[in-house]
């Protein structure tokens, strides 16, 4: 039987993903691994496997702090997609399949936006 907590997640998930743009449903599709239509069916039941709430979840959060950040959701979306020194020359995408890699990508957009290279 699934937590109020679990429940709590996958449902923010959903509602998550589904207030992103087609093209942001494209990227999580790419970046889960899964098709297009694997996202509408999670969207239209709910029923997301653990791991991917989570990755997710720290995917649009990142995209939604970069595009704070660089005041441009394209210049986000590159950011996340590019090669950074700061991340031993890895994409801040290609860290999101772990909690430490989402806060070493998070830290280097902070850092980055504070000035602190």
């Excluded at 996958?10 to 992103?20: L, N, V, W």
């Excluded at 709430?53 to 704070?68: G, I, R, S, T």
């Amino acid at each position: 039987m699934m937590s109020a907590f679990e429940k709590l997640e996958k449902a923010r998930a959903t509602r998550e993903t589904k207030s992103a743009s087609a093209r942001d449903r494209v990227e999580i599709a790419d970046f889960l691994g899964v098709s297009p239509k694997t996202i509408e069916r999670r969207l239209q039941t709910g029923a997301w496997e653990k791991a991917e709430q989570y990755k997710v979840d720290m995917l649009l959060h990142l995209k939604k702090e970069a595009a704070d950040v660089f005041g441009d959701p394209a210049q986000s979306a590159l950011w996340l997609t590019t090669p950074t020194p700061a991340l031993d020359n890895q994409a801040p995408i290609m860290l999101l399949d772990t909690i430490g890699g989402y806060e070493r990508a998070r830290n280097a957009l902070l850092r980055q936006a504070y000035g602190m290279f």
